[in-house]
Each structure stands twice: as C-alpha cells, then as structure tokens.
C-alpha cells in the first residue's frame, strides 16, 4: 500500500506582500534544515545498499510493462537483462529447484550473483525453463506477497519480491531494503513476512529452510491470524512508482 503523503503545515498563509522578520525567516531555514538532515538519515537506514554481486533476470515479457517490478529494476539500472540459451553461474530463483533458498546459499550469490526468471504465474506451463540454466537453481519457502496485483496471495511473489527475500534469507538484508524501496509498497513485504523470513535466515540449510516452514504453517493453521492481509481498493491504481 502507498503511505499517506505527508504536508508541513505552517500555519496561516502570509501575505506575499509582507516582509517577514530576518531572524524569524532564519529560525525556519534552521529547523526546515534539521528536519531534512533528520529525514535522509532516516532515509539511509531503510533504504540500505545496493548490491555488490550480480543481479540479473530473464524476462518472458509475460508481464505488462507498467506493472512489471523486473522492468522498474531495470529501468533503475539494478538489474542485468539474460537471454534465453544464456546459462548464469550464480542461484537462479526457478519453480525447476530441488532445494530451498539457505543461509548455505550466501557464498554463491556473492561469488557468482542472484537471478530471477520474470514469468506470468498464470503462463507457468508454457515457460521454457530448460533454457535458462543455472548449476544452483533453488525454490523459495512460503512467503507471502505485497504487491497490490497479488497482495495477500501466498508464494506469488514479483521479481523485486522474489530477489529481496533470497538476499534477505542469505544475509543480505541491506540489499533486500535497498531493492525493495524502489517500490512505494515495498516494505509491506518485509512487514507481512517478518517472522517467516527470520526464521528462515537463522537455519542452515535448505532442510533447515523446509523445516521451518512446516512448522510456521503448522502454527499459523493453529492459531487465529488477525494480520491484515488485504490493501485499500485504491491499491489497484498505483502508479509507475508503485509497481
């Protein structure tokens, strides 16, 4: 969901014709100053870093342009398009794993990169997978979505959501905040993921992983879950910034 925009209000409109007092103008420029000083420090801590490793994706062009977190990324420069036929070293994110996304995981992607095939869920069948070849393809664990075309819907994750929780899961947590806050609703997916996803980075191994998540769904079929799981109807209509 998009946060509320937020207004400085300062009182009565001055009129335009009044000069106002030096001192009183100074004392303004001096707090407007901190607060944007307070802001952008804020701002450094969310928002993370950007990755050092490679990040990269095959694109289907199942998806609309406009909506397509892949694209954003790209667009942004912080993703590497691959072709079809192109092999890629590194633990590419493919329903074609055999394993879960693991803290073991880390060493690759910093070695060799993290990439992700942009893919329509509802095309799945028809998706060449067999070439895009990667010697460490991995599936990831039960997670939840954010983004407001399948917010609420479990494992239907978009590209950015999909890169943010295997960098998460392998130690990269300030690569996560940094894709993620590309996106106007993507610290919701942190929000709504929080306790599965660490669960998930204090495993091993991608036993560990699939252990973990049984339990978690265990619990969760158990207990009453009042989380809100669904946005505001407005969420449909975001723009370009909200993809």
């Known amino acids: 969901m998009a946060p509320p925009k937020k207004f ?14 030096y001192a009183e103008r100074l004392n303004d420029l001096s707090i407007q100053s901190s607060e944007d000083s307070d802001d952008s420090s804020e701002s450094s801590d969310t928002e993370g870093v950007e990755a050092t490793f490679a990040v990269s994706m095959w694109d ?3 998806c609309d342009p406009k909506k397509c977190s892949g694209r954003k990324l790209s667009r942004h420069k912080l993703i590497k398009n691959l072709k079809l036929g192109q092999k890629f070293p590194g633990l590419v994110l493919s329903p074609v794993g055999t394993q879960c996304v693991s803290p073991s995981d880390k060493d690759i992607i910093e070695k060799f990169g993290l990439a992700v095939i942009d893919c329509s869920w509802a095309k799945i069948d028809e998706t060449p997978f067999q070439r895009m070849k990667s010697p460490h393809p991995r599936l990831l664990p039960f997670l939840v979505a954010a983004n407001p075309i399948n917010y609420g819907k479990p494992y239907q994750l978009s590209c950015v959501e999909a890169l943010a929780a295997a960098m998460f899961i392998t130690g990269h947590k300030k690569e996560a905040n940094f894709y993620l806050s590309k996106f106007s609703w ?8 929080s306790e599965a996803l660490d669960m998930y980075s204090n495993c091993t191994d991608s036993k560990s992983v699939i252990e973990a998540q049984n339990k978690y769904l265990e619990t969760a079929a158990n207990e009453k879950d009042t989380r809100k799981m669904w946005p505001s109807s407005d969420s449909d209509n975001e723009s370009d910034n909200s993809e």
Do not use: A, I, M, Y
């Open 60 to 62: 289907l062009n199942h």
């Open 186 to 193: 993507g610290h919701s997916f942190l929000e709504l993921n």
């Open 8 to 21: 400085s209000v300062r009182g009565k409109r001055s009129n335009q014709h009044t000069q106002r007092d």
